[in-house]
């Protein structure tokens, strides 16, 4: 799929099934984090709080806290930020100002009346926006904030690149990711039946080719960055796709589902893919953190 329609197709579908991820998962459109070893039932408040809790824990993976005596960040880029679930809780935590970008056109205007409601409007700025072809000046953010996009981009070294040019020198960059297993020092590339696999998700979701964990860690250690660190998450979020499910089964879901047209339902339908894919220990789900040198 050509760049151009690449974007066209990611953009639409975040456009059209808009209403429907915040009706059924409210202000954080991603993947919610959860403890493995729970063998208790996961309650509704449980689901709601996930999302969040992916967001807490990605800061205390890379080391950002509340202590008074660290320095908080206070110029953060959100790339890729749906409705700005992420922004707004970053903007009340640390106080920050915040530019936030997205391909959708329509998450835009949700996320400006979403700040807007919450009093945010003067820390938070939402614009369209490239994560390629980033609109800011080099060194600008002490965090770079990176949810779930980076699957989106077609060239993954230029994507990091990217990240590292608005960062600030010393600046944190975070980076939460669906990726492909790692190949075995053997393989050149995954199976013919996890590809088969792998392309009918991307097809569904509007997604290039992913790449491994090793791939992202190949290219932070190309671009000199410090403190690298990887953190496989795949166990912590596989609860979230039987719950979207479930969700997305309900009276509430099936009408907002429909409301939204084709690509959101097509969307949907793949969802036992995912499960199909993390069952199968093909899909990732990790986080890294890194240092732009100082």
């Known amino acids: 799929m050509a760049a151009g329609e690449l974007k066209k197709g990611i953009a639409e579908y975040y456009d059209e099934s808009g209403k429907a991820f915040e009706a059924l998962w409210g202000d954080h459109i991603h993947h919610g984090f959860y403890d493995p070893e729970r063998a208790s039932p996961l309650s509704a408040a449980d689901h709601q709080r996930a999302p969040l809790r992916t967001v807490e824990e990605a800061l205390a993976f890379a080391g950002i806290t509340d202590d008074p005596v660290q320095k908080r960040p206070k110029m953060i880029v959100d790339v890729g930020c749906g409705i ?3 922004a707004r809780y970053l903007a009340k935590r640390f106080g920050a100002q915040i530019q936030a970008i997205t391909l959708s056109p329509i998450q835009v205007k949700r996320a400006q009346d979403l700040a807007m409601a919450e009093g945010l409007a003067n820390q938070i700025t939402f614009q369209l926006a490239d994560a390629l072809d980033q609109p800011f000046p080099d060194g600008q953010f002490d965090l ?11 060239d993954k070294e230029k994507f990091m690149r990217e990240l590292v040019r608005v960062a600030a020198p010393g600046g944190t960059i975070i980076i939460v990711t669906w990726c ?3 190949l ?3 393989e050149e590339n995954l199976k013919p039946e996890e590809i088969k696999l792998m392309t009918r998700i991307c097809n569904a979701y509007y997604m290039p080719r992913w790449c491994s964990a090793a791939d992202y860690l190949k290219i932070a250690n190309s671009l000199s960055l410090e403190n690298i660190k990887m953190g496989d998450w795949s166990e912590n979020i596989a609860p979230f796709w039987p719950a979207a499910i479930r969700s997305a089964l309900t009276w509430r879901g099936v009408t907002s589902l429909l409301r939204c047209g084709w690509k959101t339902v097509k969307g949907a339908l793949a969802m036992p893919l995912m499960i199909e894919g993390y069952n199968k220990k093909l899909i990732k789900y990790v986080i890294i953190t890194c240092h732009k040198p100082i």
């Open 84 to 86: 700005g679930g992420s």
């Open 144 to 154: 770079v904030w990176s949810m779930e996009s980076g699957e989106y981009m077609p």
């Open 180 to 182: 492909h297993r790692d």
């Open 184 to 186: 075995s020092p053997t």
